[in-house]
């Protein structure tokens, strides 16, 4: 079974960067996606970033169109590691981040519904 935890959320503080990870298990990844969302209470699940590899030097990334800048993405094979760095946290971002995976196939990397598993998300509220 996939496993996804996250890990590097916390309190920050407006104009600081942040980096995340994501440790995958339960299953070999030689040709997957990942993708990270965050959400605010009472708010839609927003994308910020995916990763697809299908080899090792077969790898494409995705960022969300009005957050283009802001977040890098990139993965370490050998842990089965994602990670998101967030260049400069702003008040109103979003603060519950999940990482999620999916297999290659078909497109919609953008998409929350076309992920299959999920982590349980980390916390990284903004304070001004």
């Known amino acids: 079974q996939v496993q996804l935890v996250e890990s590097g959320g916390g309190l920050v503080r407006a104009g600081d960067s942040l980096r995340l990870s994501c440790a995958a298990s339960?299953?070999?990844?030689?040709?997957?996606?990942m993708g990270w969302f965050r959400q605010a209470p009472g708010k839609e699940r927003e994308f910020l970033a995916a990763?697809?590899?299908?080899?090792?030097?077969?790898?494409?990334?995705y960022y969300s169109d009005s957050l283009k800048g802001r977040f890098t993405i990139s993965r370490e094979t050998a842990k089965n590691t994602v990670f998101l760095q967030m260049h400069t946290q702003e008040p109103e971002d979003r603060p519950t981040y999940s990482c999620?995976?999916?297999?290659?196939?078909?497109?919609?990397?953008?998409?929350?519904?076309?992920?299959?598993?999920w982590g349980q998300g980390t916390q990284s509220p903004v304070s001004s």
């Open positions: 999620a995976a999916r297999e290659t196939s078909g497109s919609g990397y953008s998409v929350a519904m076309t992920y299959a598993y």
């Open positions: 990763i697809r590899w299908e080899s090792v030097s077969s790898v494409s990334t």
């Open positions: 339960g299953r070999t990844f030689s040709s997957w996606a």
